[in-house]
């Protein structure tokens, strides 16, 4: 069975999202870039909802 791109790129992303983790000392940052808008989330994982976005 071949491996398509999505499925490599969501294996990539998950093997770096299990080593990165965001505390309330230290949040992490989530981009997502659109064609026309960059949005931005800095996330504490302790939390249930993102510090800004």
């Known amino acids: 069975m071949a491996i398509t791109r999505e499925f490599r790129r969501k294996r990539i ?8 983790t965001g505390t ?3 949040p ?3 981009v997502f870039r659109s064609n ?3 949005y ?3 996330i504490a994982d302790t939390m249930v909802f993102p510090v800004i976005s």
Do not use: D, G, H
């Open 28 to 30: 992490r940052l989530s």
């Open 36 to 38: 026309k808008q960059i």
């Open 13 to 20: 992303k998950m093997r770096i999202r299990k080593v990165i």
């Open 40 to 42: 931005a989330q800095i």
């Open 24 to 26: 309330p000392e230290t």
